[in-house]
């Protein structure tokens, strides 16, 4: 039953938990070793669009996903294969890695948890398109109807693996990817599931691409989260998975580790629906709720990777939610946005985000970002500007969406 | 305070019946389909047919917010049915005195905006609308009624089919459960448009689209104001490779209890579909009485669940039943159900 928990929450104690499996699509590459190998040197991975027009648009450029034409193994059947959208393939390809690392057997119990802001949006323009232009024509239209909505990508996925467990998809803007890993979080934390396969998925499409366009939110150029003279984001697309498990369930089956996650915070900011309060009040709400869950001070986070979309207002305020929330250790806090590299990934890119924590702490090193001229003079913490080794045990990622959505996740290396 | 225990506080509908509650369940205790409307299908000449909203009368006076002015009918329909659920907490989350979460449901979302913007796009990508874009979000509806409330603590949209709505109960149970939030609105909201009646024709043809909200306030404490005790949400069965609706509704109904004297059933079936083949074969040995909203109000996706579960909690609240189910076998996604007891033995 999804309601009354199966335990009593009153005696139980909260369970650790930890990551056993991650997977990664993105425009610097499949799976963790070439997004690792990418961010670690903070490579952009940018190019002219090819997906649709954008002859018309101000700016022209984005991270797009080269996908190989074949796709993993699983129990879906070559009909089906053939037919799968490039969400889905996207999606596949990070829960497959992700699977294959933890080790999991299908199971009747396991909760899907994913965050997207559109799903297969390039289906519904499709569909639109095809209406607009000739209203007669039926010929793909129901088909585009159910691969257009979120639950199908979901659904796709559940049927490969074998899971009948639930599947919710978050979708609460840019902090979508991070709230479903949070609700996931919470799942396990509170004894409502044993493990959960969570994460983030989106494509890049014309809908989404002309909004941010017609908002002055894209640069023309690759964008520099942080700069002085930042003057827009760049869009991404890809997906990230990660299977969650308590920390008694991964010992007991001896599973390997890649990383613990601490704390979760959310929080709303009600000043406007696209623009954050100036004062990154929400932001350090949630920054501080994480913190306090994870039962640390900001003083024992050795790295942030930051929300970092390098639109002017929100790296303005996320540099002053940072400055509040670290205080006098603001000087010595390392921060990036790996924006920088992949672009905005939209509803993936909380959980994109947390795999590249998990990556830093496994590997011991901090993702820097290249495209910095001049520091914008409100960050009082220290960006990091190219590739290097360091010691963390904590990371933190930030994740703020339109609505006022923001989210806070915290890693802890495991040693 | 039981330790799992979640009471429903409020109700909130707006519906093709009208604007509350009253006015949905009127339309259902009739029992007669409501009339449909016409809805032109640009580039056709036969016109869609659909169940609207009515305008509210008197308008709300939330409609003058700063942040509503502009908001897409959703929005609208979101936050009417919270407003009129939270009834006086409303001024207690405006002031400060309590901490409210806000889970949104949907299936569809700001479809209206979404088609407008994109047509937009379509024509001329350079002049689009930067109003339209940022109200086209899955998740607009439930900023702006954060927004109006000044509700900053944990809010969350989620998308899929009918089932939708009672899966958000059970998130912001569990919130209430953590200690997260000292109340929960819960909303299921839909539009109308075109694009959306024309899509769900490919499926369900002889369905009339709807549209509208239902929420439920809920908090950890009966009070005298408490309506319903949510007493269950099943497991969520999904409609996949392994396993079709008819397995699935097979499995959600086993979770709930069977039929005793004095309980209702509020179905999710329409007419002839396959949900209503699969429904009505996991139900076949109900002996209660039954309730199908849709066969009144329409099909309006996760506003249909969402006034499933209004009408349920209304049901025992009136005290014409002691308990009643909730079953929803989705459009796309999964069977789920819930149910609602009558508040009379103490806590």
């Not at chain 1, 490579?43 to 649709?52: D, G, S």
């Not at chain 1, 497959?96 to 899907?112: M, N, R, Y």
């Not at chain 1, 959960?196 to 499409?205: A, H, I, K």
């Not at chain 2, 014409?320 to 806590?347: D, H, K, T, W, Y």
Request: charged residues 15%; contains cysteine.
């Amino acid at each position: 039953m999804l309601f009354p928990p199966s335990k009593s929450l009153a005696t139980a104690q909260p369970n650790r938990v930890v990551v056993t499996g991650a997977g990664i699509v993105t425009a610097l590459g499949l799976g963790w070793r070439a997004n690792a190998e990418g961010f670690r040197a903070g490579r952009p991975a940018f190019r002219r669009v090819t997906l649709f027009d954008v002859s018309r648009q101000r700016a022209k450029i984005a991270a797009e996903v080269d996908l190989p034409s074949g796709l993993p193994q699983t129990k879906l059947s070559a009909n089906t294969m053939r037919r799968l959208d490039r969400a889905t393939r996207m999606l596949l390809h990070a829960a497959h890695e992700a699977w294959t690392q933890a080790g999991w057997e299908p199971s009747e119990d396991l909760p899907v948890v994913l965050g997207t802001t559109s799903g297969e949006m390039a289906l519904g323009e499709k569909f639109l398109q095809q209406a607009l232009a000739s209203p007669l024509m039926k010929r793909r239209q129901a088909t585009r109807v159910v691969h257009y909505q979120v639950q199908q990508q979901g659904l796709d996925l559940c049927s490969a693996f074998g899971f009948q467990g639930s599947l919710t998809t978050i979708s609460n803007a840019c902090a979508s990817g991070a709230n479903a890993i949070g609700h996931a979080w919470e799942l396990l934390r509170n004894g409502r599931a044993e493990k959960v396969l969570t994460g983030g998925y989106d494509m890049l499409c014309q809908l989404t691409f002309a909004g941010f366009d017609s908002l002055q939110a894209l640069s023309p150029a690759p964008c520099r989260p942080f700069d002085a003279q930042r003057d827009g984001l760049t869009l991404g697309e890809g997906a990230a998975i990660l299977t969650l498990e308590t920390l008694a369930h991964a010992q007991k089956r001896g599973a390997e580790i890649l990383g613990e996650i601490i704390g979760y915070g959310a929080a709303t900011d009600t000043h406007h629906l696209t623009q954050p309060h100036p004062e990154g009040d929400a932001a350090l709400a949630a920054m501080t709720a994480a913190c306090a869950r994870a039962n640390i001070s900001p003083a024992q986070i050795d790295y942030v990777n930051a929300h970092g979309t390098a639109t002017p207002q929100n790296d303005a305020t996320e540099a002053a939610a940072l400055n509040r929330w670290a205080g006098e250790g603001a000087k010595s806090l390392r921060v990036s946005s790996t924006k920088a590299a992949s672009g905005h990934l939209l509803g993936a890119a909380g959980a994109m985000e947390a795999v590249v924590c998990l990556m830093a702490l496994r590997g011991q090193w901090l993702p820097p970002q290249m495209s910095l001229d001049k520091i914008d003079p409100a960050c009082r913490f220290q960006i990091v500007r190219g590739p290097a080794d360091a010691r963390i045990e904590t990371a933190l990622s930030n994740s703020f969406g339109f609505g006022g959505a923001n989210a806070t996740l915290i890693f802890r290396r495991w040693a | 305070m039981g330790v799992n225990r979640i009471f429903v506080r409020g109700l909130g509908a707006v519906s093709p019946a009208g604007w509350g509650v009253e006015k949905l369940c009127a339309a259902l205790d009739k029992g007669e389909s409501l009339p449909a409307q016409n809805l032109a299908r640009p580039g056709l000449e036969k016109p869609l047919r659909v169940r609207s909203v009515p305008p509210p009368v008197p308008r709300p006076v939330f409609f003058m917010h700063p942040r509503l002015r502009r908001a897409s009918v959703i929005t609208q329909h979101t936050v009417a049915a919270a407003l009129e659920a939270l009834g006086g907490d409303a001024a207690q989350v405006q002031s400060g005195a309590l901490r409210l979460g806000i889970v949104a449901c949907t299936m569809s979302g700001s479809v209206a905006y979404s088609r407008r913007f994109y047509e937009e796009v379509l024509r001329a990508p350079e002049t689009a609308s930067p109003l339209v874009f940022p109200e086209t979000v899955f998740n607009a509806p439930a900023s702006h009624l954060a927004a109006y409330l000044g509700a900053n603590g944990n809010g969350c949209t989620i998308v899929g089919d009918d089932g939708t709505f009672l899966q958000g109960l059970a998130m912001a149970a569990g919130w209430l459960l953590n200690d997260q939030a000292d109340g929960v609105v819960v909303v299921g909201a839909e539009e109308t448009d075109w694009i959306v009646s024309e899509a769900m024709g490919f499926f369900q043809r002889d369905a009339v689209h709807s549209a509208g909200a239902g929420a439920i306030y809920l908090r950890r404490e009966k009070a005298s104001a408490a309506c319903a005790e949510l007493a269950a949400v099943t497991d969520s069965f999904l409609f996949t490779q392994n396993q079709n609706r008819t397995e699935a509704a097979r499995k959600m109904r086993a979770q709930l209890p069977s039929c005793a004297p004095g309980e209702l059933l509020v179905v999710s079936a329409q007419q002839n579909s396959r949900a209503a083949a699969a429904e009505n074969l996991a139900w076949g040995g109900w002996s209660g009485s039954r309730l199908a909203p849709k066969a009144v109000l329409g099909e309006a996706f996760v506003a249909s669940s969402a006034w499933q579960c209004v009408a349920a909690c209304e049901a025992v609240a009136r005290g014409q039943f002691s308990a009643v189910n909730a079953s929803v076998v989705g459009a796309n996604q999964q069977a789920i159900g819930a149910r609602f007891l009558a508040c009379a033995e103490p806590v």
